[in-house]
């Protein structure tokens, strides 16, 4: 059950690079539920016109890193209408490898860099106070497109005439260097740098346009309501409690620019659109709807979203995430996409540790047909991503489960036998007998830990 979950439909983008940043990449995107990622790993820049042409049939998007030749048309036909997006060695990966340079190798004799102006990196230094004088940054004055062993060869000079340390944007010019007992950093870029680059090219896809208007329905569950309303001392509290319900859910789809309807007693209907959806939930990570009900009415909501090519599709698909929702045990939040895919649990009103990001029909097939049913498993998926990890003890995946510890045993029995459960360990209780630990091993691999 390794690897990537499968995405059979999505935006298909291909991340092209050395194999340590195409890993980020591939890292990232999971918190992209709409892209599928085709991964090509390269680490020399005279092999990208190669290996942009083995896919740029089948994907929407480029976006490379390590190189960029492709601003001068030189690796794909004028008329190619694939668009391509570059991943540059700047930002945060920039700052961290001139700190890492400072620290473990020391500037007193200055650095060389081989794929920036001198004046951008002067200016970077500038804002990290650093305290470099300008006259000891050495930066490469050829064509920033220089064949590897012309750029080693610029670092490898300066070394030998006066000690400096490189800093290079090309991991083979890294390696070579290293190999050359020359000291240098490589300039790798963070998860926020590749975020950046990814958003630019979900935009740039005909797809992602295409999806901007697309319905999206939402239903939202108030969790116990019944509950809410005997507390109220009298008809008229809780006619003041339906209101401010009603407020804090219309200010919120106001702000979504949707529409809501109240469908009766603890449930209410919402539309809006997909674009607006993906940029107010930062990418389907989180629900500020959820935090703002939590901190100022003290509930819980439970919420599905449902998209679909159809109004109809859409709302079958909200109905289906809302029952995980409720599954999982309330103050969650799943989305169905147009292929049954569920995304989620969205962080609520407790801040999520993991983001499981994408579950495919696959994999639930797999555990249904080991007995670990669809409510099992959103309650496993919810629990995991709230408390942040994926051991527990038989007492503590009973309570999840809302079932009797001896059922409990037997489940666990069941798919550990199907490869869905992997015991870990033994635990000590005081002076009791020492518990199993268990290990949600088929989450493993969707787990992106915040």
């Known amino acids: 059950m390794g690897g990537e979950p499968k995405r059979t439909r999505g935006i298909a983008i291909a991340l092209l690079g050395p194999e340590e940043i195409v890993e980020s990449m591939k890292r990232v995107i999971r918190s992209f539920p709409s892209m599928r990622p085709i991964p090509v790993v390269f680490d020399h820049p005279e092999e990208t016109a190669e290996r942009i042409a083995s896919v740029k049939d089948e994907v929407e998007v480029i976006l490379m890193a390590g190189v960029e030749p492709v601003r001068k048309g030189q690796v794909l036909p004028v008329d190619s209408t694939v668009p391509i997006h570059y991943l540059p060695p700047t930002g945060a990966g920039l700052y ?18 081989d794929f920036l102006p001198k004046t951008i ?10 305290g470099l004088r ?9 064509s920033a497109y220089g064949a590897t062993e012309t750029l080693v060869a610029f670092h490898a000079d300066k070394h030998r005439e006066s000690g400096t340390a490189a800093l290079t944007g090309v991991k083979a010019v890294a390696d070579r260097l290293t190999a050359l007992g020359v000291p240098n950093e490589w300039v790798v870029p963070l998860d926020q740098d590749i975020t950046v680059a990814l958003e630019r090219a979900l935009l740039s896809t005909e797809t992602r346009r295409s999806k901007e208007s697309q319905i999206v329905v939402g239903l939202i569950n108030v ?3 019944g509950r809410l309303v005997r507390q109220r001392a009298s008809e008229h509290d809780v006619q003041r409690l339906k209101l401010d319900i009603h407020r804090t859910l219309l200010d919120y789809v106001e702000s979504l620019n949707g529409y809501l309807t109240h469908l009766g007693a603890d449930e209410y209907l919402f539309f809006t ?25 003290g509930l819980s909501l439970s919420i599905g ?16 995430a809302l029952g995980n929702s409720k599954q999982a045990g309330g103050n969650s939040c799943f989305i169905v996409r147009e292929d049954r895919t569920l995304i989620g ?22 555990a249904e047909q080991a007995g670990m049913t669809r409510m099992y498993v959103t309650r496993l998926m919810a629990a995991a991503a709230r408390l942040g990890r994926l051991e527990f003890n038989v007492l503590e995946l009973a309570q999840m489960l809302g079932v009797t510890v ?28 020492p518990r199993q630990r268990f290990r949600l091993a088929f989450l493993a691999d969707r787990v992106k830990q915040e």
């Open 273 to 297: 659109t997909r674009g607006i959806f993906e940029r107010e939930t930062g990418g389907y990570k989180s629900i500020p709807l959820a935090r703002d009900v939590y901190h100022t009415l």
């Open 121 to 130: 990196v002067e200016r970077t230094f500038r804002d990290l106070d650093l």
């Open 134 to 142: 300008p006259s000891a940054i050495e930066s490469y004055e050829g």
């Open 305 to 320: 979203i449902g998209f679909g090519q159809s109004a109809n599709e859409a709302g079958t698909h909200a109905r289906l």
């Open 96 to 113: 961290r490898a001139l700190v890492r340079l400072q620290r473990f190798h020391g500037l007193e004799s200055g650095f060389s860099v």
């Open 345 to 366: 649990p969205l962080a609520m009103a407790d801040p999520v540790e993991y983001d499981l990001s994408l579950t495919d029909p696959a994999l639930l097939e797999q």
């Open 406 to 433: 001896r059922s409990t045993h037997r489940l666990l029995l069941d798919w550990t036998d199907a490869g869905l459960i992997e015991v870990t360990g033994m635990e000590k209780v005081g002076r009791g007998r």
């Open 223 to 225: 969790d116990e309501f």
